[in-house]
């Protein structure tokens, strides 16, 4: 049902900005849709396995990277190389043209996304064992480590473009007549590549928190040792949901770059990875659709650039004040509950458990 | 490598090391007052070099750096009455973001306040350019102030811990929280003072290493996360560990650029902290068997 409900708002909006006369807001949206596919993974991660990670801009950072220098890096001078000859065979790597109309020898945008994802699973598998161990202080400490190890690499690495970052990467085009790129002519299209990737991710994450493995989650949040006792292997959930958020995070990474055109260390950094999680925040932890129109709405404010100089300070102020007076989410606040109860006198005590 | 160089390496790492103490030690207070790690420790280090430096426009050099350390225990101060004390029993994850929030909010006020500048206290005694040798290794004087200034906080921190009344009754509170409030020790005002003293110490660190280091709006970031690194070193909350901690990481990270780029220094020491984390969380001086007893 809310699928249905986020579907409509979806398209009103778009017919809004027609109607508006505003069709440049296609972009900021769009680009929130990406970041939204990096917010729902965290809430799955912090709200439902109640693991906390201050690193998921080095996800995010680690598929946009990637994929931006695999589809931008010339192999041109290794194309005798019998590996590369047979990959670009296979059309795993492509000929594409460069800014000044020389030919030059790439990676496939899918190509380079499957290789993304499967390296972001592997950093996330390596990273994830010994991390998700931790709690509390050390878990922050320790993702927070490997968030400022990604934004300082990146930062420090000749052909990851150091400062500067990366640019002139190509659109993703993922069938033909879909692609995902800035051109204005395409804007409405990518605008609806973007939220029904949202969809896509909302549809998989509602079905799995239902699902059993939802409720082994829900189990590891509130009582861990009791979980473990009933027979749940919370070892192995509690790595596969932070694999599977990681993986969230870098497809809103990947996307995000080929629809920009461009990646630079500050996607990496560890304000980034602190806005994720003031969002997660501010919607409820354990509250997916919460996050989720958090995530819109400050988000598309932060990028249409409403907040100004203050948009750091903007998400700190509100990590504090959430989490002195409504920790449990701005939707479950007690005052907004109070307004629910007087409305739905029924239902109200039931609430908590949505 | 020659001896000359090796020892050059050797002092740059003693400097950086005893910085990155002093936060471990401003980590520890506040860790063993009330189980909380306060992410904006390394604020108080901006804040204490900023402040001095704008104070050091009108009036003389110790008096900017006292009213620089007064004035950071103050906020100090209003940062754990505003957010922490009135919080009943807050889940470590509460605590965790209420601190990541307040550590983004002085940093974002400072960079509204003093902009995005590189700012630097003058050398306590002589210039930067005023060297001393001992043999073939030049020490900047800067570099005594600060191992002299650290050394300094280090013993007046254990005299208060071990001989004076209110020291006691922090560790009494820390000890056990309950037996000392029946003892009539307010808890609630321990960890106020947790925080004033953490503060002051971290301020007063951020004067001395100005010089040095500089200060910019967001020089508070790295410093925490080295801090923190050390503190975990040598065992959350034992602060004499910490300092051995503290040159030891300082000297692998000196070192660390001979051997690599020094734009990946600071991956050197997180990576440290990682394994330290994956391998030892009590730390390489702290006990297994007590750590097990903290909720990590």
Known sequence: ??????????????????????????????????????????????????????????????????????????????????????????????????????????????????????????????????????????????????????????????????????????????????????KTGIRVQNYYIAWGLVVLGMLLLTNLIHSRVGRALRSIHSAEDAANAMGVNTTRYKLQIFVLSAVFAAMGGVFLTHYNGGIGPSEASIMKSVRYVAIVAIGGMANLWGALSMGIILNFLSLRGYFGSYDDAIFGAILIVIMLFAPEGLLRSEVLQGIKMRFSPGKGSGSKEA | ???????????????????????????????????????????????????????????????????????????????????????????????????????????????????????????????????????????????????????????????????????????????????AQLCGISAKNMVTLSFILSAGIGALAGCVVSPITYVQYDSGTGLAIKGFTVAILGGLGNSTAAIAAGLLLGIIESFSVSLMPSAFKDVVSITILLLILFVRPSGIFGSAEASRLKEF
């Open chain 1, 1 to 182: 049902m809310p699928v249905v409900v986020f579907g409509i708002a979806i398209i009103a909006v778009q017919l809004l900005t027609v109607f508006a006369d505003r069709p440049q807001f296609m972009t900021q949206f769009t680009m929130t849709g990406y970041y939204s596919l990096v917010i729902i993974g965290l809430c799955l991660l912090m709200g439902y396995a109640g693991q906390i990670s201050l690193g998921h801009a080095g996800f995010f950072a680690i598929g946009g990277y990637i994929s931006a220098f695999l589809t931008t890096h010339d192999l041109t001078p290794y194309k005798d190389n019998i590996v590369l000859a047979a990959l670009s065979k296979t059309g795993i790597l492509t000929a594409a043209q460069d800014l000044y109309g020389g030919g030059s020898l790439v990676f496939h945008p899918w190509a380079a996304f499957i290789t993304a994802i499967v390296i972001t699973i592997a950093i996330a598998y390596v990273i994830g064992g010994p991390v998700l161990k931790l709690k509390g202080h050390y878990l922050a400490m320790a993702t927070l480590g490997f968030g400022t190890i990604v934004y300082k690499l990146v930062l420090g690495t000749g052909f990851f473009g150091a400062a500067d970052g990366l640019s002139d990467i190509p659109g993703f085009r993922i069938l033909p007549g879909l692609e995902v790129s800035g």
């Open chain 2, 1 to 179: 490598m020659n001896i000359e160089l090796l020892s050059q390496y050797l002092v740059a790492g003693i400097t950086y090391g005893t910085i990155y103490a002093i936060v471990a030690i401003g980590f520890n207070i506040i860790y063993n007052a009330t189980g909380i790690i306060n992410f904006a420790q390394g604020e108080f280090v901006m804040l204490g070099g900023m402040i001095a430096v704008s104070l050091h426009t009108i009036m003389p050099l110790p008096a900017a750096i006292l009213a620089a350390v007064l004035a950071t225990m103050i906020i100090g101060a209003l940062i754990e009455v505003i957010f922490i004390r009135w919080l009943d029993n807050p889940s470590v994850l509460r605590m965790i973001i209420i601190t990541i929030g307040i550590s983004i909010f002085i940093r974002e006020a400072a960079l509204h306040i003093w902009g995005e500048g590189v700012r630097a206290l003058p050398y306590f005694t002589g210039t930067e350019v005023t060297v001393f040798s001992i043999g073939d290794v030049h020490i900047s004087p800067q570099v005594l102030w600060v191992t002299g200034v650290s050394a300094v906080i280090v013993l007046l921190l254990n005299f208060f811990f071990d001989y004076t009344l209110l020291g006691r009754q922090m560790r009494a509170c820390s000890a056990n929280r309950d037996a």
